[in-house]
């Protein structure tokens, strides 16, 4: 019976370390730092307006700041938002996707540099183009639940659901109501510049 005994103690004494380990378990949490590098050209102007072109290239960072990091990678995914001047419709320019890892070897830490983008628009009296708007970036753990995500501007879980389910050059409005696609964005651009930057009548 003292052996019986003896037993259950070190089978509860097993149990408690077990479930001790099991509790020190947090879920991860993380830091997301978003900036864009964002530059502007004219390249032509007259009587009639100008036109000019924006490159953007965006920066993302991301940190454990606490928990614990699950076992398997992690998916972080980038949205790149523009905003289409001509309609005020908003547009994914490009999305980027890909698995990551949180290790002791890399300070618990990835940091990644998007393509260089470059968007045209003309004002004035020809009013085409589009402008670089936003980001969403949303970090996801191996079991494809969301971590956290960041936003250059205030987006809900609903929104946040809604971007990722459209595809790259999807027009949606402020209402989140898919218009269409973006169609030969560059060409609409091409065609505007001549009249934009006309030199006006002449007498």
Do not use: C, W
């Not at 099991?22 to 032509?44: E, H, T, W, Y």
């Not at 320019?93 to 990551?100: F, T």
């Amino acid at each position: 019976m003292k052996g019986f005994a003896k037993g259950l103690v070190l089978v509860a004494t097993v149990g408690a370390v077990v479930s001790a380990h099991a509790q020190a378990k947090f879920p991860l949490k993380v830091d997301i730092d978003v900036s864009a590098k964002r530059s502007k050209q004219n390249i032509g102007a007259g009587s009639e307006g100008e036109a000019k072109l924006e490159q953007v290239q965006v920066r993302v960072k991301v940190r454990k700041s606490g928990g614990d990091v699950p076992e398997g990678m992690l998916t972080a995914e980038l949205y790149v938002i523009g905003k289409q001047v001509q309609t005020g419709h908003y547009g994914i320019i490009d999305v980027q996707k890909g698995e990551i890892a949180l290790t002791k070897e890399n300070n618990f830490s990835f940091e990644y540099t998007s393509p260089m983008y470059t968007l045209g628009r003309t004002s004035g009296n020809v009013n085409v183009g589009g402008t670089y708007e936003t980001f969403l970036v949303v970090i996801s753990g191996p079991d494809g639940e969301i971590i956290d995500y960041r936003s250059g501007r205030a987006i809900g879980d609903e929104g946040v659901a809604f971007i990722r389910q459209l595809g790259p050059k999807t027009l949606f409005d402020r209402d989140g109501n898919v218009i269409g696609q973006v169609e030969n964005p560059g060409e609409a651009f091409k065609a505007a510049v001549p009249a934009a930057v006309s030199p006006g009548k002449t007498y």
